[in-house]
């Protein structure tokens, strides 16, 4: 919303879910079409070995800077709940972002990783998701008893600002889930189309119905001072808000298996033939989780990565690829609209992917590192009275700033 503006911040995000949702649908009628069952396949059939390889890289890539960031939100954001328990030294080796991304990656996402069935993570999804509504509760709560006391910045209510492109590529970041969707489909008990396209506009409506919700609630609370990690806004000493960031933690760790699924699913494919036997599943898994815990550590700053991930990778994967294949495929006239849609996405996405990257690059976004916001200081008598928040100094630097609409 600070990047795109308020008001069209929210229309850009119920358009980018409208696409998400249509070339969700697109891909497994193209699939349908191909005879295939894999996007690689479907790419494969449809545009040669040069554009099977071109998906490839594109598929291994987002889901792989995908974990790197989930392991780089886990180490920071745990930190910070770790910080809060009494008698705890924040400078304690135990309680560091480094120690936190490998402590989990051994004891919760590696395991989770070896999985080889997709499936039995559902009962996972169904925590994700009440952990979500948990922490969407407390960011309402939180504007109502903290919104009044942040002042509001001047540009706080301006229709469009000219970072939007770069916010078209966060928000096609956050609801991309392409890579994936043929692993999804291939789970369901006798998939059809006509039921993935129902699956898919549901969760597609309850997913921009909860994106609306946080940005809204984040964004009335903080206006022009919102950073990209949402929870960067609120004070350290805010224990309904570490609370808060605990839960996030937790699922951000319980979503990293999906998309390590989709890089050892690639790598599968192109090397391997599609199989790969026990041994190879778990050297595999294990080497694709090591490199990524390992730039996860050299790494603390999201901003770009996020970025030039939804730009460069979620860009093509939703916009362009599944729009050329079915225009490719599809026998259907050229009035009908699920062509006229495809011809309109496929010079967006181009568009999206150049010049955002290009803004990426040229207009990163800053990386605070952790400093506490104004606000937080006892001497800021604005919320001198909020005594429901518990708001006192913090000499802690917090390590994320992601990217935000």
Known sequence: MKQAGFPLGILLLFWVSYITDFSLVLLIKGGALSGTDT??????????????????VLQFLYPFIAMISYNIITGDTLNKVFQRIPGVDPENLFIGRHFIIVFSTITFTLPLSLYRDVA??????????????????????????????????EDAWVFAKPNAIQAIGVMSFAFICHHNCFLVY??????????????????ILVSVFISVL????????????TQGDLFENY???????????????????LTYPIECFVTREVIANVFFGGNLSPAFHIVTTVIIVAVATL???????????????????????????????????S???????????????LPIGAAVMVFGSVMAITNPQD???????????????????????????????SLLNISHF
């Open 367 to 397: 990386c605070t590192h952790g400093q506490e916001m104004f606000y937080c200081f006892p001497d800021n008598s604005s919320l001198a009275n909020v005594s429901d928040s518990h708001f006192h100094p913090t000499t802690q630097l």
């Open 39 to 56: 996007y690689q396949s479907l790419v494969n059939k449809t545009f040669g070995f040069p554009g099977y390889l071109l998906l490839s």
């Open 295 to 329: 730039v996860s550590l050299l790494i603390d700053c999201l901003g770009i990565v996020l970025e030039l991930n939804g730009a460069l990778c979620a860009a093509p994967l939703i916009f362009i690829i599944p729009s050329a294949c079915y225009l490719k495929l």
């Open 331 to 345: 026998p259907e006239a050229r009035t009908h609209s699920d062509k006229i849609v495809s011809c309109v996405m």
């Open 214 to 225: 946080f940005a809204t609630c984040g964004y009335l609370t903080f206006t022009g001072f």
């Open 186 to 203: 291939g789970s369901l008990e006798e998939p059809t189309v006509a039921k993935w396209s129902r699956i898919i506009h549901m969760s």
């Open 235 to 253: 004070c350290r000493s805010d224990d309904l808000v570490t609370f808060g960031r605990f839960c996030y933690g937790i699922t951000v760790i």
């Open 120 to 153: 039995k993570l559902g009962k996972i999804s169904c925590v994700s998701t009440v952990l979500t509504a948990l922490i969407l509760g407390i960011v309402t709560t939180r504007m109502v008893s903290l919104g009044p006391h942040i002042p509001k910045t």
